[in-house]
C-alpha cells in the first residue's frame, strides 16, 4: 500500500462518516489523476466539490488530503487556497513540499494567514523576491530571520533596505544580512552605525570600495563643470563624491583656525566642544550632523575613517580621541580595547576607501539615499528629531546631546 493511500486507512472512521471518508479518498484519487487521465476543467469541478466536503471535515481528514496532494504538480486553485490557509499543521506539508504553488500562492496565503504560515514559508526553498518582501512587510523578527538564513530565497532591494532599518532594533540582523548577496554599498554604510566591531570590519573590508574608475573616466569632467561655474547641482553634487579632494578648501578659508590639524589639537587642548566639533567638520568636507554622529560614536572606528579619509595622522587620530576624553590604556594599563581597535581601523583602510564610506554617511543626508536607509540614519541618530528637519537643527541636537553633558 502507498504511503499517500495509507493515510486513509489509518484508524478507524467514525460512526456514520464511512461513506464521507471514503468519497474524501476518491475525490483525492480523481484530483491527483495525471493530465492524460483528466483535464484541467474536471480537476477544477473535482476541487471545488472536494473543498465543500473539507469545511465540514475533521482536521485530521484534511491533513491526509493536503499530505496527499503535496506532490501534485497540478492543484484546483479553490483546494489550494483553502488548504494553505487552514491550520499550521495542515497547511504545512503543501508550504513545506509543493512544487506546484505558484508566488500568487504564497503571497496570498504570507497575508491571509498567521505567522506560523509565513515561518513555514520563510524556510521554503527558492522564495522569488515578491514572496520575500511580503513576508518582510509583516515586520515579524523571526520570519524576517527565516528569510534571512535561507541562501536560496531572493530578495529586492527595497526588502534589503527594510532589513536594514529592522536590524537596528535587531543586531542579529547585521551578521546575517552581511551574508547575502543583495546588500549594496548604502545599506552597509548605514548599517554600520549600530553594527558590532566583528560587522563593522567586515564592512570595512567589504563594501569599502576605491573610486579611481570613476575618477578616470570622468577626468575631463570636472574642467567642463569649473568653466560652467558649477552651475549644476546635479553634476556638482556627483562630482564632488568622486573627487579626490576631502578638505572643504572654501571653508579653510573663512575658519579662525589655519588647518584641520589645529582645530583638532585644539579640541584636545580644550575638549570637543560644540563650536569646535562643527568647525572640525566643515574642514574636512563633511556636515555638521556627519561630524557629530562619527564623534559621538560609542565603538569609535568612525573617527579613524574619518582621520584617513582627511590625510591626517595617527597622531592627529590620537589628539581627537583625548579631545573627547577617551580612555587609550585599560585599569591593567594595557591598551583600551576600543583605542587598540580605532587604531587597527586607520591602519587596514587606504585614503580612497576612507573617502568613499565617510562620503556615503555625507552624501545620505542630502537626500541621496532611499526613504527607507534614510529613516534608518535619522533613528540612528535621535529618534526625536522630526522627519522632516533641516540637516542643521539635527546638527545642533545632536552635538548638545553629545558634547554639551
Known amino acids: 500500500m502507498s504511503e499517500p493511500a495509507a493515510l486513509f486507512e489509518e484508524g478507524a472512521p467514525q460512526p456514520g462518516s464511512r461513506a464521507r471518508h471514503a468519497l474524501l479518498k476518491r475525490l483525492a484519487d480523481v484530483v491527483s489523476l495525471p493530465g492524460s487521465r483528466i483535464n484541467s476543467f474536471e480537476r477544477a469541478v473535482t476541487g471545488d466539490l472536494l473543498v465543500e466536503i473539507l469545511r465540514l471535515a475533521a482536521p485530521r481528514e484534511r491533513l491526509r488530503v493536503a499530505t496527499r496532494l503535496a506532490p501534485l504538480s497540478e492543484l484546483p486553485n479553490s483546494l489550494t487556497r483553502m488548504l494553505l490557509r487552514d491550520m499550521p499543521d495542515i497547511a504545512a506539508p503543501l508550504i513545506e513540499s509543493c512544487g506546484s504553488l505558484t508566488d500568487a500562492d504564497l503571497v496570498a496565503c504570507a497575508r491571509d494567514a498567521g505567522p506560523d504560515h509565513r515561518l513555514m514559508i520563510a524556510n521554503r526553498r527558492a522564495l522569488s523576491e515578491v514572496v520575500t518582501e511580503t513576508l518582510l512587510s509583516f515586520g515579524e523578527a523571526h520570519v524576517t ?76 569632467i570636472f574642467a567642463m563643470a569649473a568653466e560652467d561655474n558649477w552651475s549644476d547641482p546635479v553634476a556638482r553634487k556627483a562630482l564632488q ?91 591593567d594599563g594595557t591598551v583600551n580595547p576600543d583605542w587598540d581597535r580605532v587604531q587597527v581601523t586607520f591602519e587596514m583602510l587606504a585614503v580612497d576607501r ?10 545620505s543626508l542630502s537626500s541621496a539615499l532611499t526613504p527607507a536607509l534614510l529613516r534608518a540614519i535619522r533613528d540612528g541618530e535621535d529618534e526625536a528629531i522630526d522627519e522632516y528637519s533641516a540637516p542643521e537643527r539635527a546638527a545642533m541636537m545632536a552635538l548638545a546631546e553629545n558634547f554639551g553633558r
Not at 202 to 210: E, K, N, P
Not at 301 to 323: F, H, N, V, Y
Open 241 to 331: 563624491f568622486i573627487e579626490r579632494r576631502q578638505r572643504n578648501r572654501a571653508a579653510i578659508a573663512k575658519s579662525p583656525y589655519d588647518s584641520l590639524e589645529q582645530a583638532v589639537a585644539v579640541a584636545e587642548s580644550e575638549g570637543l566642544k560644540p563650536a569646535v566639533a562643527s568647525e572640525i567638520a566643515y574642514l574636512a568636507g563633511i556636515k555638521p550632523l556627519t561630524g557629530a554622529k562619527i564623534m559621538g560614536d560609542v565603538g569609535g572606528e568612525p573617527l579613524a575613517i574619518l582621520c584617513k579619509a582627511t590625510g591626517m595622522t595617527r597622531a592627529d587620530l590620537q589628539s581627537l580621541w583625548r579631545s573627547m576624553r577617551r580612555p587609550e590604556a585599560g585599569a
Open 145 to 220: 530571520e527565516a528569510v534571512l538564513r535561507n541562501t536560496t530565497a531572493r530578495l529586492s532591494q527595497t526588502a534589503t533596505e527594510s532589513i536594514v532599518s529592522q536590524s537596528r532594533r535587531a543586531p542579529a540582523f547585521c551578521g546575517l544580512l552581511l551574508r547575502r548577496p543583495e546588500l549594496r554599498p548604502s545599506g552597509a554604510y548605514v548599517m554600520f552605525w549600530w553594527c558590532g566591531a566583528e560587522d563593522r570590519r567586515t564592512i570595512l573590508q567589504r563594501f569599502a570600495v576605491s573610486r579611481e574608475v570613476l575618477q578616470e573616466v570622468t577626468e575631463d
Open 354 to 363: 576612507a573617502q568613499t564610506v565617510l562620503r556615503y554617511w555625507n552624501w
